[in-house]
């Protein structure tokens, strides 16, 4: 894991009426998963891509831990950052498994690395190495294609990783899942992550922070709950719509909501719903079935009962917080 920092980063295009970036400093800790939020146009992915200099800033600087990106060759650069795009650019005359391959072949891995860091990666993304190895991107789904973009870019373990808008061509179901698929990946191998999205739910649900940009400037950079409940100003505030409480069920937990249960048992025939799904979630499935209460499950076990009641409580409790 490595920490980013911007000072004062300036990007002014030939002919353009006002900088793309102007003047953003950020701090990315290590491990943080941080999401740039804004409209077309509002320069996060100028921003992204000054990281492994697709361009040059202006002004100002950029550094990985404590090192300016430009005292580095590019390629050296590069082969450090994963980079995964909404066009996934998996070369369509390779294999998955030379297509997860580049970075460590340029990097020089011996080739039993190699193999081994493939099927590592294939079960991570979950497809099946010796189903998936030999398959070329024209044989895959959209969203299986956008899986292996992700493996390519985790291959040589890198510890910075960019995604520009990866998911905003793919159809909505499959959109979710890999959403959910990227958090549970993030969870086991924890990688600084810089992720471009103009979609707010998108943002809300993968980010550990948000930085809303405006006309080239971060304007509020928070946790997620933070910039619903305390936006910096009128621009933030309808950006996210932070007057939407269902939306702000959407960042809170079950377990913060449900009664607890001595003991645990198995579920009861009703509706279940796990510890740590969100209370969004948990809403429409009790409006969806009608039913009077949810059992919390964990580990195959009741773990709690959640109820209409107990999800307006809780979000009620977090706003006046």
Known sequence: MKA?????????????PRPAVDGVSLHVEAGEFVVLLGPSGCGKTTLLKM????????EGRIFIDDTEIRQLKVTTLRQQIGYVIQQIGLFPHMTVAQNIAVVPRMRGWKRD??????????????????EYRGRYPAQLSGGQ??????????????GVVLMDEP??????????SLRDELL??????????????HDVEEALRLADKLA?????????YDPPFHVLTRPADDFVRDLVGAQDMVRHLSLLRVEGAMIGLAGGAGPNGGPTVGRHDDLRHALSLLLRTGAPALTVMEGGLAVGRLTIA??????RGRVEA
């Open 145 to 158: 294609q956008q899986r292996v973009g992700l493996a390519r870019a985790l291959a040589a373990d890198p």
């Open 167 to 176: 998911f905003s061509a793919i159809d909505a179901i499959t959109r979710a």
């Open 184 to 197: 549970r990946l993030q969870r086991k191998v924890r990688k600084t992550i810089l992720f471009v999205t």
């Open 310 to 315: 107990g999800i307006g409580g809780a979000a």
């Open 212 to 220: 809303v940009l405006r006309a080239g400037r971060v304007v509020q």
């Open 4 to 16: 980013i920092r911007f000072e004062q980063v300036s990007k002014r295009f030939p002919g353009a």
């Open 113 to 130: 690395r190699i193999a081994a860091r493939i099927d590592e990666l294939l079960t991570l993304i979950e497809l099946d190495p010796a």
């Open 51 to 58: 990281v492994n200099r697709l361009y040059e800033p202006s």
